[in-house]
């Protein structure tokens, strides 16, 4: 399957941004596939932020972002979405979308996903 990650951009504090995850070339049903939200900032190792199950859209989130960052789905339209509220500094790093068919692993483990977007850069600035 392949991942296409858009929406990362340069924020102030307190600022919004919605990344955008558009999956295409799979093997199964879209609804087969659970879909991660990652991000890597520099020196540090990938950590997963938010995902959610296509098949019932059961949804998790790291501690860091509740009731900052929601995830949703369009599957009609092939699409994962993570908006992103009252972003801080600390948010800052590269965010990629990653998704397993089938998955058998917590959806926020790095080592959950098959396959990886590019990733989409997110800063934000005092």
């Known amino acids: 399957v392949q991942l296409v990650e858009s929406g990362g951009n340069s924020v102030q504090t307190g600022g919004s941004l919605k990344l955008t995850c558009i999956l295409s070339?799979?093997?199964?049903?879209?609804?087969?596939?659970?879909v991660g939200w990652f991000r890597q900032a520099p020196g540090k190792d990938r950590e997963g932020v938010a995902c959610?199950?296509?098949?019932?859209?059961?949804?998790f989130y790291a501690d860091s972002v509740k009731g900052r960052f929601t995830v949703t789905s369009d599957s009609a339209q092939n699409t994962v979405y993570l908006e992103m509220n009252s972003l801080t500094p600390e948010d800052t790093a590269m965010y990629y979308c990653?998704?397993?068919?089938?998955?058998?692993?917590?959806?926020?483990?790095?080592?959950?996903?098959?396959?990886w977007g590019q990733g989409t850069q997110v800063t934000v600035s005092t």
């Open positions: 070339k799979f093997s199964f049903k879209i609804r087969d596939y659970t």
């Open positions: 990653g998704a397993e068919v089938f998955s058998l692993t917590h959806c926020l483990s790095a080592s959950m996903p098959d396959y």
């Open positions: 959610i199950d296509l098949q019932d859209d059961t949804t």
